[in-house]
């Protein structure tokens, strides 16, 4: 038997040592080398008791130098503290620098493999989910990489597909692709990192509209848009029900699956459509007859399709909103999206006044305002910043009236 073997036998069997060397073990590691001292405070009266027997007198401290200097004067002189611990715990003695190091090399190797295979790989590596399903379970990450690989071959599709029936397909799993899930989570990413545009991955929206630009439809039911007074085509003639909705003044809630298959939309009379945040502004305004679009207090995919072929034909978008945070940055997009077919409609200061604000804005929302960089929204902008109270629609309903009659 070695003399490192021996020495780590011998402190085996002594029962104060195993503490000890397990802090002085935990001390290299931090360190990457002998030095620093461990403090016997909280050890035990036996286990203090080995030790000072050890070094020949009383310790409150035990420094790993002093530990390994008087370990040579010993029968196991020669032996070096390093030696020692690691014949004491079966295994070479590793640096937490080391480790890390060795960990770091180990991850590149597992992604520049995978990204041989996946170019888009390397554009969601530094995706904290994607850091977190790593350390998880590497293998589980590597199964959802290829999984995603085999779907992005698919695109774009030849016609547009339910979300789960296209996983259905890809994985046998109607469910795989779910945006809940981490294969739902990197093919969204591998899509951002593929597909050109600026996508918002924080907008459902936006995630939507992703998706769809690959021919996928994540909800094409319960993604409607709300309209009265519209007149649209498909690729056979006229749609009968956009038709049959104007000869009645009926409102309609056209699902996303069925204004996908329009090919040009138009106001019915006029070249104008007014569009508006609430439902019950929407109602109260369906009596004057006029083109108009609801948003439903949202940008869902459906509504920025309609708009999308309405613009495209030419109509001007008239746009109002509430007075608040939420109804600004709706105009902003609406701007951004359509430049100079959209004209804010009854949405200045003297009509934010007029609606009598009083609700407060909490302090959250009022920071929401940062991010509204539109030069003509800046006035309503200040003007709410210094009121920090939000106004309605509702409350200007005869302006709006007014305005479509006028």
Known sequence: MSTAKE??????????????????????????????????????????????????????????IAFEKQLGQT?????????????????????????????????????????EEHHWVESVRPQRFVQTAYEADRRSLEEAIRLVGAALGYFPLPSYMRLPLFAQQVAGDPHAFDLSTLPGRLLLSALQATVPGDWDMASVESVNELLQSVGLLREDILNFVTCANILAETKDGPHPVFSAAWETNTALNMPLRDVLSLVSVRPA?????YIVENAGVFSTLLDTRAPLVSTNGQMNLATMKLLDLLAASGAKLYYSGDFDPEGLAMAERLQERYGQAVTLWRFSVEDYRAANPVV?????????????TSEPLQPLKEAMAETKKAGYQEAIIGRLTEGING
Do not use: C
């Open 75 to 115: 029968r196991f002189a020669g032996v070096g503290l390093v030696e020692l611990l690691e014949q004491y715990f079966g295994a070479p003695l590793v640096s937490n620098k080391e480790r890390r190091q060795a960990e770091e090399e180990e991850r590149d190797r597992f992604f520049a493999r995978l990204t």
């Open 7 to 64: 020495a780590a036998a011998f402190f085996r069997s002594e029962p104060g040592f195993k503490r000890l060397f397990a802090e002085m073990k935990r001390k290299y590691e931090s360190l990457g080398r002998v030095g620093g001292a461990v403090s016997l405070q909280s050890f035990s009266k036996e286990e203090r008791e080995s030790i000072a027997a050890f070094f020949g007198k009383d310790v409150s401290r035990v420094s790993l």
């Open 269 to 273: 009379h006029g070249g104008t459509v």
């Open 360 to 372: 407060d804005l909490t302090p959250e929302r009022l920071a929401k305002l940062a991010s509204i």
